[in-house]
Every structure is written in C-alpha cells, then in structure tokens.
C-alpha cells in the first residue's frame, strides 16, 4: 500500500515538474491544469508572469444609451490590511476566475456544441457577474455589462487586451 501510495505521489511530482516546461506533454497533462490538479508556477526567471486582469464594468441607461466604462478596484485601506488585506484576497479570487474560465475556453469550450452556454453557466463566469452586479449603478441603469482587461509587460512596453466581454445583462 506504502508503495502504491508513493508511487501516485512520484508520477503526480513528475507532473507538475513537466507542466512548468514546454514540450508535446502539454496536449496530455493540459485537461489536468482545468480541473487545479497540477500547479502552476511561474513567477521566477527565465519567464516571469507579467500579466495582471482588470474588471471594468459599464451600465446601460433606460434611454438606450451607454455609460462609461469604469474599474472595480477594491478598496485598500486599514490598520490591519498588512495582515488582513481582504482587497488582496478579493484580487486573488478574480485571477482564479479568470483562470478557470480561460482553462475552460482553451480544454473544454472547442469540444462543445454550445461553448457560450458552457462558459456562461460555468462558476467563475458566474462569479464575476456576482462581483460586477454588486457594485453600485447609475440611478437610470437598467442593464450592466462587464469586461476582463489583460494587461501585460511593465512600464512604457505594456500592453492591454480584451480578455472577456459578457453579454449585457439584467440590473432588476
């Protein structure tokens, strides 16, 4: 049993160790990264990951017209936030969400015969329409629309993407 056990162990430490290099693994251990099997790290050299995700949202007025899009930034304040910082756990869930959904639209979405259904049914769509439904609308709103920006590189060489863009949906 002890050797059973270690063995599982070894072959999932084999894994992990091949998911952080580039090679023809990648179509086989791929499916395993959607379901949070095999880690991913990558915030050390030769390739540091220099990409972070903004949500911004925009309301839809009753007269048909459109607002401006605006940041859902959390707030970042208090005594404690060094020890506390529930912004940055706020944050964390948001890249996860990202994640997972981006995992799902490269894995799962291609093999399906209605991929929006799928993404848009999924958790952590769900999740970020819960995150962009909560924050306050203008008095006039009746729909509310939100957009995942990905923003990569550092300094002067950054660059934004389109990440996710929903569908406009219902505020009552």
């Not at 693994?25 to 991913?40: D, E, I, K, N, S």
């Not at 970042?76 to 996860?96: C, E, F, I, S």
């Not at 203008?138 to 002067?156: D, N, S, W």
């Amino acid at each position: 049993m002890t050797a059973a056990v270690l063995m599982v162990l070894g072959l999932w430490f084999l894994a992990s160790v091949a998911t952080q290099i580039p090679g023809p693994w990648a179509r086989v251990l791929g499916p395993l990264a959607v379901f949070g099997v095999l880690p991913g790290v990558a915030f050390f050299a030769p390739e540091p990951v220099d990409v972070d995700y903004h949500l911004v949202i925009r309301d839809f007025l009753d007269d048909g017209r459109s607002g401006p899009w605006r940041e859902l930034v959390p707030e970042r304040t208090g005594r404690w936030r060094a020890l506390w910082n529930v912004a940055k756990r706020d944050h964390q869930a948001m890249l996860t969400a990202v994640a997972s959904l981006a995992s799902l639209q490269q894995w799962v979405a291609p093999n399906a015969r209605t991929p929006d259904v799928i993404i848009q049914l999924s958790l952590p769509y769900l999740f970020l329409l819960h995150v962009a439904l909560r924050a306050p609308c203008a008095p006039a709103a009746r729909e509310r629309q939100f957009m995942i920006l990905e923003t990569r590189g550092f300094g002067a060489a950054r660059t934004m993407e389109l990440g996710i863009l929903s569908n406009p949906h219902r505020l009552d």
